[in-house]
């Protein structure tokens, strides 16, 4: 392959980084994280609160049945020293 047909390809290569690189600068230019700028999209939304419903429903089916919630030590040890 002759050496200026290398060198066009790479030229044409390094032009096509460079506008790669502008894009995705473009896009996260704002600096705030991506959570940030969704946050609060689906509120009010009715067909969003039913899902976060059924998805609760679905995680309270999957916990196992006829057992008491354990009562939480808040941060003590669970048995006392001997």
């Not at 790479?10 to 705030?32: F, M, N, P, W, Y």
Request: charge should be positive; proline fraction near 9%; glycine fraction near 8%.
């Amino acid at each position: 392959m002759p050496a200026q047909t290398i060198e066009a390809r790479l030229h044409a290569l390094e032009r096509e980084v460079t506008q790669i690189k502008q894009l995705l600068q473009g896009k996260s230019g704002s600096g705030d994280p991506w959570w940030e700028r969704i946050a609060g999209a689906f509120e009010d939304d009715p067909v969003y609160q039913q899902a976060m419903k059924l998805g609760r429903q679905y995680r309270e089916s999957l916990r196992p049945k006829g057992r008491e919630p354990r009562a939480k030590n808040h941060g003590r040890p669970r048995h006392r020293p001997s």
